[in-house]
Nanobody, 122 residues
Framework: QVHLVESGGTLVQPGGTLTLSCVAS????????MGWYRQVAGKERELVAG???????DYADFVKGRAYIWKDGDKNTVTLRLNSLKPEDTGVYYC????????????????WGQGTQVTVSS
């Protein structure tokens, strides 16, 4: 059974940096694509970043140039670092495991974590 636990969400000031981590159990991160999503108020859940089984990266336009995703096969984690945070980045961030990788983009799987709250505010 796949179990995902996110951590790292907190209150951060605009312009700050945040690192979110997702640890998986019952699932091998190393051999599978992984993704980070977010849900902001009034919007549907949307992809922030994905990473393929081979380590290729996919970023949403709204985070390009200020996000970095990576996997650690030994720790069985996928991590997302966000820089230059904006108030509109406020939302709940979710880890997604084992989706598809199609034409350079991450496609969602049914396996979700419980989410971690990120608030960007002064």
């Amino acid at each position: 059974q796949v179990h995902l636990v996110e951590s790292g969400g907190t209150l951060v000031q605009p312009g700050g940096t945040l690192t979110l981590s997702c640890v998986a159990s019952g699932f091998r991160v190393r051999n599978n694509p992984m993704g980070w999503y977010r849900q902001v108020a009034g919007k549907e859940r949307e992809l922030v970043a994905g990473i393929s089984s081979a380590g290729l990266e996919d970023y949403a336009d709204f985070v390009k140039g200020r996000a970095y995703i990576w996997k650690d096969g030994d720790k069985n984690t996928v991590t997302l670092r966000l820089n230059s945070l904006k108030p509109e980045d406020t939302g709940v961030y979710y880890c997604n495991a084992g989706g598809a990788w199609v034409n350079g983009h991450y496609i969602t799987s049914p396996h979700w974590g419980q989410g971690t709250q990120v608030t960007v505010s002064s």
